[in-house]
Each structure stands twice: as structure tokens, then as C-alpha cells.
């Protein structure tokens, strides 16, 4: 704290009106030594949206916004404030209205951006916050101040703005017929078809550019095949290879876990597996080695044969619970199918817990919100949305290769186009495939086989929830 002896600073402060409020004068309890400020919030601020008119002109109007969503932090030791929560992009920095709660009806007071000149400040002050300003505190007997930095952080970029990136054109994952994407760790893992075997490649997540092959560490090739039969359960992989389950946390070297009855792997949430088994049925199991009949709802020739992606999620409202998403197409022999067949469960760890059958979404053949049945359909979990692709519509379904990004909110239920995800301009939708992966800073990665074209991006409000998480 520093010792007041300025005449003017002292007659300032006592005639500020104060953002606090007083206690009794008379509390001989109460001392007047302590300097602080013990809370600050902004009261409004004003708000610069955009809107289209009839004709798809923008034109800009301003809303007055209550700052009560936006905490403030206070950090005693360093003398700052700030709000780790930025506000939302088209905030005016300059013109707030705020309030500070001082320790022991301490009266406060701003420093000019430029100079040491202080101005009493009251809670009806319009104050400009646009770069980081220093709040003076003066104790209530005059005696000791105590300089505060506030840091009032505004989102520069708009929250529900997506920007792609063309990262490469890999000659040789262009020779790939289709892919099967993974994030793990700090990596991005591709398990390509080239027509005859399935071989893995590797890139960093904040690369793209460079991509090695991953050796694996037995003889036998993998089938042509083998891509579409592989999960990610917690940070490994799970295949099934040659009748034998095995597992890998890098791609390149696995473990056999055993030799299971069961012949595909379909699904995973953190703590099992499913599979089919040899006669389609749904199994599951905990550790890879004891696999047990896992429950439907409805007939087994409604489960997905080929084109299987699946996602897993928690429950906001329940951390042990997840919600197991299957979607697929069935096979040829279904010729009147024009959409996808889509399953999900109710995966519940708790203590109590019963184990819930695989629910059927049944299709209204009326809605127009649904998955067509694409080819080699690839889908990802990218935030609290499933994102899908795919490419032409397998007869009768007439939807061209590639059209578009699906988008559900309600994990499978009901599909739209959303706005905010379209295919890059630029892609090249001469690709034989396109695999959808996300990693674990929110950025959405195509990989197309057949052109080798590399896309990631990332919606902005994706990237600060990111920052919050302490990732990249």
C-alpha cells in the first residue's frame, strides 16, 4: 500500500459519490486500515449486432446487454481483475457501466489511460474499459491506497464463425480407396484402404503437412477391409485381426487382448466394447475378454452391415452416464432404403446402474430430417454436435457425393444442414471417401482419399472453450 500525502487526492476521494455502500460510522468495531477491492462487475454494456434485410444487405443495430453472466476474478496478491469468460464479439469496451465493492467502504477511483490523473467514479459513469485501466482504492480514513488492473477481455472473432484450411494434397493418400480416422493423443491416425490391405499413416495435430507411415509390429497385412473394423475405446485402439482382438495406444503396436467369438467391432463407449458376432448379434464387453449378449429393442435385420460409425458422449446433466450412437447402412438387399439405420443406448456407470437395451430410431418416412444412406459415410463427434459426410447415395437414395455436412443436436435423432458447417470451397469432390475425425482441440479434420486434399478447421467458439481447457 502507499501512504497518501497529497492534499488534492485526499479533497478528490471525499467528494467522489461511491460505487459502495457505507456501514454506520459510528461502528467502533470496524477498522479503516484495509485497502481492497472484494468484488467488481460490469452493470451493462452495449452490444453491436448485425442483421440481413429483405434484399441480404447487413446493417448494424445496438442492444443493451446485462454483464451479470460475466464473472469477474480478482487476484489480491497481483493487485488485477479480470474475466476469464471473454465477452461476446461486438461488446463496445468503451462504454460500460460498472460496480466495485470496496473493502471497508474504501471509495474508488479511475487513472486516465494517459497520466497519472485519478477521476472519482460513480456506478452511472459510462467508463472505457478497451484497453487495461488501473482502479485506485483509498481506505475510508484517507490514509492508504492501493491500485488496482482491470483487463476486461473481449472475444475479437465472432463465436459461430468456421474457418477451414487446406493443410495438403498427399500424393499418397490419394492412392487410398477409403479412411478411418482416429485422435489420439497429439496425433492424428489414418487407417487407409488402398484396395488390397489397410496400411496406417500419422500426422501431428498441429501439423497436417507432414504425414509418416506407422509400421505395425506384426507380419500379415492387414485386409483391405480391417479399416472399418476398428475403435476407440478410452486412448486405445481396438481391432480384431486374424480372430484375434488386439489393442494399441500408438497405431503401430498391438497387443492381443484374445480370441474372441465375436467377428466385428462396432461401437465403444469408455468403459466396453460391442461387437457383432458371428451371427450378427450384438455383444459387449468390459475387458475385451469375456463378451456377453447385449440387448435390442427391435429386430436384429434393422442393425447397420456396412458404412458403421458410431460416437459416445456424457450426459451433461450426468457424469456417469453416455449416451452410444450406432448409425450404418444395411446391406444391398435392401433395396427400398433411402436413409441411414441409426441406434443408440443409454450407457450407465453408476453404482446402480441397469444395463439399457440398444434403441432403433424409427424413420418417418415424412421427415426431412434424416441421414441418407451415403457410401462410405464417415461421422465425428465435434462438440455437443455429430457431423457426417458421405459420399453418393446408395439406390434408391438420389443424393450427390458429397453434398454437404450433416448435422444432428440431438445425437441422431433429427439431421440438418447447419450453417455453420459446409464443406470447404476448394475441396475436391472427385474424392472416393472423405473420413471425419476430431481432435481433442476441437478442430474438425477431412481426410480425402482418392485426391489426398487435407481440410481442418475449427468453429471459434470451439477454440475458446479449447483455450479454457488448456489446449491448443
Not at 497520466?115 to 456506478?123: V, Y
Amino acid at each position: 500500500m502507499k501512504r497518501i500525502i497529497s492534499p488534492f487526492l485526499i479533497i478528490l476521494f471525499a467528494a467522489a459519490t461511491l460505487v459502495s455502500c457505507f456501514p454506520d460510522d459510528n461502528d467502533k468495531n470496524v477498522s479503516y486500515k484495509d485497502t481492497a477491492i472484494n468484488a467488481f462487475a460490469i452493470k451493462t454494456m452495449r452490444l453491436y449486432k448485425t442483421k440481413k434485410s429483405s434484399k441480404g444487405e447487413d446493417s448494424t443495430y445496438v442492444v443493451t446487454v446485462s454483464g451479470a453472466l460475466f464473472r469477474f476474478k480478482i487476484d489480491q496478491n497481483k493487485c488485477e481483475i479480470y474475466n476469464t469468460d471473454s465477452l461476446p464479439y461486438g461488446i463496445d469496451a468503451t462504454k460500460m457501466l460498472i460496480t466495485a465493492t470496496t473493502e471497508k467502504n474504501g471509495k474508488v477511483g479511475l487513472k486516465s489511460i494517459i497520466g497519472t490523473d485519478i477521476k472519482s467514479i460513480t456506478s452511472n459513469d459510462t467508463l472505457d474499459f478497451s484497453v487495461p485501466r488501473t482502479l485506485v482504492v483509498m481506505s475510508h480514513d484517507g490514509k492508504n491506497t492501493r491500485e488496482y488492473t482491470v483487463k476486461v477481455n473481449v472475444h475479437k472473432q465472432k463465436a459461430n464463425d468456421f474457418k477451414w484450411t487446406k493443410l495438403d494434397t498427399n500424393a499418397e493418400m490419394a492412392t487410398f480407396k477409403a479412411f478411418r480416422a482416429f485422435a489420439i493423443g497429439d496425433r492424428i491416425l489414418a487407417f487407409g484402404s488402398d484396395g488390397t490391405k489397410t496400411v496406417a499413416m500419422q500426422t501431428g495435430v498441429n501439423d497436417g503437412k507432414s504425414w509418416t507411415s506407422v509400421p505395425f509390429n506384426f507380419n500379415e497385412p492387414l485386409d483391405k477391409d480391417a479399416y472399418q473394423n476398428i475403435v476407440k475405446k478410452g486412448d486405445r485402439l481396438y481391432m480384431i485381426h486374424n480372430g484375434r482382438l488386439m489393442s494399441s495406444e500408438d497405431g503401430g503396436t498391438w497387443d492381443v487382448v484374445s480370441m474372441p467369438a465375436v467377428k466385428r467391432l462396432v461401437a465403444a463407449s469408455s468403459s466396453r466394447l460391442f461387437a457383432f458376432d458371428a451371427e450378427g448379434k450384438m455383444s459387449c464387453s468390459y475387458d475385451g475378454v469375456t463378451w456377453v449378449a447385449d440387448d435390442i429393442d427391435s429386430g436384429q435385420e434393422l442393425l447397420p452391415t456396412t458404412d458403421i460409425n458410431y460416437a459416445c458422449t456424457t450426459l451433461r446433466t450426468n457424469k456417469d452416464v453416455e449416451h452410444v450412437v450406432l448409425v450404418g447402412n444395411r446391406d444391398a438387399a435392401y433395396t427400398a432404403d433411402t436413409t441411414a439405420v441409426i441406434w443408440g443406448k443409454i450407457e450407465d456407470k453408476g453404482k446402480y446402474a441397469l444395463n439399457m437395451p440398444w434403441a432403433y430410431y424409427v424413420i418417418d418416412n415424412n421427415s426431412k430430417y434424416v441421414m441418407p444412406r451415403l457410401a462410405d459415410m464417415s461421422m465425428t463427434l465435434c462438440g455437443d454436435l455429430l457431423l457426417a459426410v458421405g459420399g453418393k447415395g446408395i439406390a434408391p437414395c438420389k443424393v450427390e457425393a458429397f453434398d454437404k455436412i450433416y448435422t444432428s443436436g440431438d445425437m441422431g435423432i433429427t439431421w440438418v444442414n447447419d450453417a455453420r458447417y459446409q464443406l470447404p470451397e476448394g475441396i475436391d469432390k472427385n474424392a472416393t471417401a472423405m473420413a471425419l475425425v476430431t481432435d481433442s482441440g476441437n478442430h474438425l479434420w477431412i481426410i480425402c482419399a482418392g485426391t489426398g486434399q487435407i481440410w481442418r478447421g475449427r468453429l471459434n467458439s470451439l477454440g475458446w472453450q479449447s483455450a479454457l481447457d488448456g489446449k491448443k
